[in-house]
Nanobody, 115 residues
Framework: QVQLVESGGGLVQPGGSLSLSCAASGSIFGITRMGWYRQAPGKQRELVATITSGGSTNYADSVKGRFTISRDNAKNTVYLQMNTLKPEDTFVYYC?????????WGKGTLVTVSS
């Protein structure tokens, strides 16, 4: 059974930083694209950033220059470093990954940016 488990969410003040991790486990033969998305209650889930197995990245305009996505292929883990956080970055953050040709989602981790 393949699983994605996020960690690292929490409360941070505006202007602060937070780092999220998402580890894949189970019977994994190959992971291609990994990514982070975020969602507010009652709203559609939106792209934050994606990264391919070769390291090519893509970011939403709203996070460019502030967030950095990276991955450790040996650990089947994707990271999201979030800097200069704003109150409007408050969401539940979800990771996803294409594992063995199938798309999987984590259960999400809450990030709250507030003073």
């Amino acid at each position: 059974q393949v699983q994605l488990v996020e960690s690292g969410g929490g409360l941070v003040q505006p202007g602060g930083s937070l780092s999220l991790s998402c580890a894949a486990s189970g019977s994994i033969f190959g992971i291609t694209r990994m990514g982070w998305y975020r969602q507010a209650p009652g709203k559609q889930r939106e792209l934050v950033a994606t990264i391919t197995s070769g390291g090519s990245t893509n970011y939403a305009d709203s996070v460019k220059g502030r967030f950095t996505i990276s991955r450790d292929n040996a650990k089947n883990t994707v990271y999201l470093q979030m800097n200069t956080l704003k109150p409007e970055d408050t969401f539940v953050y979800y990771c996803n990954a294409v594992i063995n040709g199938r798309l999987y989602w984590g259960k999400g981790t809450l990030v709250t940016v507030s003073s």
